[in-house]
């Protein structure tokens, strides 16, 4: 009897630790996935600006070489 107590306060200790990390998990991946998001919107017209500036280099290059 008492071994079966003891078990089941070490099966329910660990289910509340895992419910825990489990929490912290869902809590840091939401914030990565908004620091993602801001990332994604500061660097996107930087990248843009590239694509451009390389659209532009490739025009550039192409009426050279005629």
Request: no cysteine; charged share 20%; net charge neutral.
């Amino acid at each position: 009897m008492l071994v079966v107590a003891v078990l089941l306060a070490i099966g329910l200790a660990s289910a509340g630790l895992l419910g825990v990390l489990a929490i912290a998990l869902v809590r840091h991946v939401k914030l990565l996935a908004s620091s993602l998001r801001r990332f994604q919107e500061e660097v996107q017209p930087i990248l843009e600006e590239i694509q451009e500036g390389s659209v532009s280099a490739q025009d550039t290059l192409q009426r050279m070489s005629r």
